[in-house]
């Protein structure tokens, strides 16, 4: 079977930098987890943030290809810098999702971790723009396919390919 990771605040875990949770009711998710699918997890509680923590965003709005090069940093809005915590998630997520073999991820949208079309531009005003969290990107490089819980159908299509 199958194991999908997902990013633990759409199960309704509280692991998001305001202390919350971005709670999905999607259907599809409610059956993997029924059916023993879902490998929950947050990158930025595993790479050794607390919660709640100051939120972060990607300086420049780079996206999370250029924190892994080393390009670009991961910032707070207190200035502070979070890349180490940011990378070491990433790896834990990479290796964690390797362990079950994963083959796909759905991760929540705008995410500086786990974001996998779009990021925040870095200037804290709530901008998106283009581009992968640094846990998306890393689970991209090694062949995870990663989806947003705004395209859990495609996901769920990219399911069916795999155990057609
Ligand atoms: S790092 Fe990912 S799983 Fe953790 S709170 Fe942020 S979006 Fe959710």
Known sequence: MERILVSACLMGRKVRYDGGAKTSADAHLAAWREEDRLVVFCPEVE????????????????????????????????????????LSGAQAALAV????????????EGSPSCGPLSVYDGTFRGRRT???????????LHGIRVFSEEHIPEAAAYLRSLEA
């Open 47 to 86: 790479g050794g943030l607390p919660t709640p923590r100051p939120a972060a965003e990607i300086e420049g709005g780079a996206g999370g290809d250029a924190v892994l090069s080393g390009a670009a940093r991961v910032l707070t809005t207190e200035g502070g810098d979070v890349t180490a915590e940011f």
């Open 97 to 108: 999702a390797q362990s079950f073999g994963v083959r796909l991820a759905v991760l929540k």
């Open 130 to 140: 283009p581009g992968h969290g640094v846990t998306a990107a890393l689970l991209e």
